[in-house]
């Protein structure tokens, strides 16, 4: 499983089609720091909410780079069909730690923000943590709309720009299911306005459950649909 998940990254890498999310990645994080400085953590809650689509478009172009047929042989070999899910989201998730981190440099190497009250590790760490809690999210939506799950890229576009945009409007103060969508929005909001260490778990619980639940209903359909 190990190697199968290298093999996957090693080709998203080498295609070069690891080139356009990471372009898609600096363009929306320099348009957010552009404006002006802002406090860190607040700047890293936004950026992990604006950097959650992309993180969710590089999971579907590295799942899409693998012909169907090599999908299917890769399960053959390795003799279950979850161990080869699994190496997928793995390697999709690992792709998208990179993402995160240029997420977390940008913002000093461009002179976006400032530190405020909290210390600089404190800072990093809350920015870790937030990006961290939209990239399980982000790498199972970006499964769910990859062609072995839709079959068509039209379809598969559609699935990913309204998962992305539901993530969104759901996840505002007031929605009637907040709990449908992962909580994007309340932890931009609990970086900017902050909040306690339960909220923090809360938060975190919540990011988890949908994750698991959503990853469960990705490996059912794969193994109904291959």
Do not use: C
Not at 8 to 15: D, E, M, P
Not at 46 to 55: M, W
Not at 103 to 128: M, N
Request: net charge positive; aromatic share 4%; hydrophobic share 55%.
């Amino acid at each position: 499983m190990i190697a199968l998940t290298r093999m996957r990254l090693h080709a998203f890498v080498r295609t070069g089609r690891a080139v356009a999310p990471l372009i898609a990645a600096l363009a929306v994080l320099s348009i957010l720091y552009g404006g002006g400085q802002a406090e860190a953590r607040e700047a890293y809650g936004v950026s992990a909410l604006v950097v959650f689509p992309v993180l969710a478009w590089q999971t579907k172009i590295l799942l899409d780079v693998e012909p169907d047929v090599q999908r299917r042989l890769a399960r053959v070999a390795l003799g279950s069909a979850r161990r080869e899910i699994v190496a997928g989201l793995l390697a999709a998730a690992t792709a998208g730690l990179g993402t995160i981190a240029v997420a977390l440099a940008v913002p000093w190497i461009s002179g976006g923000v400032k530190t405020g009250p909290d210390s600089l590790p404190r800072i990093l760490l809350i920015g870790l943590g937030v990006h961290l809690l939209a990239l399980g999210p982000a790498v199972v939506l970006g499964a769910l709309s990859s062609r072995a799950v839709t079959r068509t890229a039209g379809t598969g576009a559609a699935v990913l720009v309204t998962g992305s945009v539901l993530a969104i409007v759901l996840g505002l103060q007031g929605s009637p299911a907040p709990w449908l969508v992962p909580p994007l929005m309340a932890a931009t909001r609990f970086t900017t306005s902050g909040g306690s260490t339960l909220t923090a778990l809360t938060l975190t619980a919540h990011a988890a459950l949908w994750t698991a639940a959503t990853a469960w209903a990705y490996a059912h359909l794969r193994r109904t649909r291959t």
